[in-house]
């Protein structure tokens, strides 16, 4: 089973930048479809995005096309979220997944990590 784990918190002011890093412990990591997610108090969580295999494709939501950037680093078995100009409704915990086949949805992710806090004050 492949263990994820994210780094990268913190504390921001609006306007912000963050990068959150995740570390697979597999040893085919470039074998797994990975992606991001978030949940914040109360709220469902929310599918962030996802890249594949190689690193060429990505896909954001919505909410935050334009400002996060997710890649990858295959040879240490790496992803990461870049997030620019950060909002306060982007307060969450953020969750690196991996997925055995390309999704874009949060069903289709088979593993999360435990989380990093990202608070963006006002």
């Known amino acids: 089973q492949v263990q994820l784990v994210e780094s990268g918190g913190g504390l921001v002011q609006a306007g912000g930048s963050l990068r959150l890093s995740c570390k697979a412990s597999a040893r085919a990591f470039t074998q797994y479809f990975m992606g991001w997610s978030r949940q914040a108090p109360g709220k469902e969580r929310e599918f962030v995005g996802a890249i594949n295999w190689s690193g060429d494709w990505t896909y954001r939501a919505e909410s935050v096309q334009g400002r996060f950037t997710i890649s990858r680093d295959n040879a240490n078995n790496m992803i990461y979220l870049q997030m620019n100009n950060l909002k306060p409704e982007d307060t969450a915990v953020y969750y690196c997944?991996?997925?055995?086949?390309?999704?874009?949805?949060?069903?289709?992710?088979?593993?999360w990590g435990q989380g990093t806090q990202v608070t963006v004050s006002s």
């Open positions: 997944g991996e997925s055995p086949v390309a999704t874009t949805s949060l069903a289709g992710f088979r593993t």
